[in-house]
């Protein structure tokens, strides 16, 4: 009997915890929505640019996002050589969101970013991906 509870008890626990990390992970990607939304109407009404340019920062900052995050699970590279990749990546994202956006726009996008970090706490942190490569 007592052993029965112990395995319904560490199930309910269990499914506890289950659910409270899918909740989280659905808050999480909520909220992530929500900020793009309002970056995106922001830098619509700001940046004077298209919808296809905005499309291609999103593209481009969530494929540096995905690669830094490789890089840094990378147990094969030591931490000098995961700096040099991730800032290489972050490099050439830059470089691809400047050319989609345009030097004006490029410039305006990245200092409101530098006042976001800023006003967050972050203001060490990297335009393009809020952290600390």
Request: glycine share 4%; aromatic share 6%.
């Amino acid at each position: 009997m007592k052993k029965n509870f112990h395995y319904t008890l560490s199930s309910l626990a269990l499914l506890f915890m289950s659910v409270t990390l899918l909740a989280q992970q659905d808050d999480t990607q909520s909220l992530r929505h929500t900020v793009d939304s309002l970056q995106r109407v922001w830098m619509k009404a700001n940046l004077n640019v298209t919808e296809l340019a905005i499309d291609q920062v999103f593209s481009f900052r969530n494929n540096l996002l995905n690669e830094i995050n490789g890089i840094r699970k990378n147990a094969s590279l030591n931490q000098e050589q995961q700096d040099s990749a991730a800032l290489a990546a972050r490099q050439a994202a830059e470089a691809a969101i400047k050319t989609a956006l345009g030097p004006l726009a490029y410039e305006l996008y990245t200092d409101r970013i530098r006042q976001r970090l800023r006003q967050t706490g972050q203001p060490g942190a990297q335009p393009l991906t809020g952290v600390g490569n």
